[in-house]
């Protein structure tokens, strides 16, 4: 099992950048494929990226493509997302996931997920 705690979420000026931690339990995190995904308000959550277990495959929504970097430490338990260019839309509660220890990609959807963070708010100014 593998318990995730987010942070970094905080009011950014848009155009700002903004970069989000995760932090894993536990001693076998480099086992776990990670994601984030995010979920504003009224809306359903949606996928933002996603990383494999050794950072070899990664994948992008197209709405942070070229403009976010997801990476991971699995020295340190510790996953990131940065995101630049921020838009009023990039606003939401932002989730840190991860896979089940059979799966060693990423993926973009939801329900490929069974540990999920508390999740962090990012909020974004126009």
């Known amino acids: 099992q593998v318990q995730l705690v987010e942070s970094g979420g905080g009011f950014v000026q848009g155009g700002g950048s903004l970069r989000l931690s995760c932090y894993a339990s536990?001693?076998?995190?480099?086992?776990?494929?990670t994601g984030w995904f995010r979920q504003a308000p009224g809306k359903e959550r949606e996928f933002v990226a996603a990383?494999?277990?050794?950072?070899?495959?990664?994948l992008y929504a197209d709405s942070v493509k070229g403009r976010s970097s997801i990476s991971r430490d699995n020295a340190k338990n510790m996953v990131y997302l940065q995101i630049d260019s921020l838009k009023p839309e990039d606003t939401a509660d932002y989730y840190c996931?991860?896979?089940?220890?059979?799966?060693?990609?990423?993926?973009?959807?939801?329900?490929?997920?069974?540990?999920w963070g508390q999740g962090t708010r990012v909020t974004v100014s126009s």
């Open positions: 536990g001693r076998t995190f480099s086992m776990y494929a």
């Open positions: 996931a991860a896979r089940s220890r059979s799966y060693s990609l990423g993926s973009s959807n939801s329900d490929d997920y069974s540990y």
């Open positions: 990383v494999s277990r050794n950072a070899g495959t990664i």
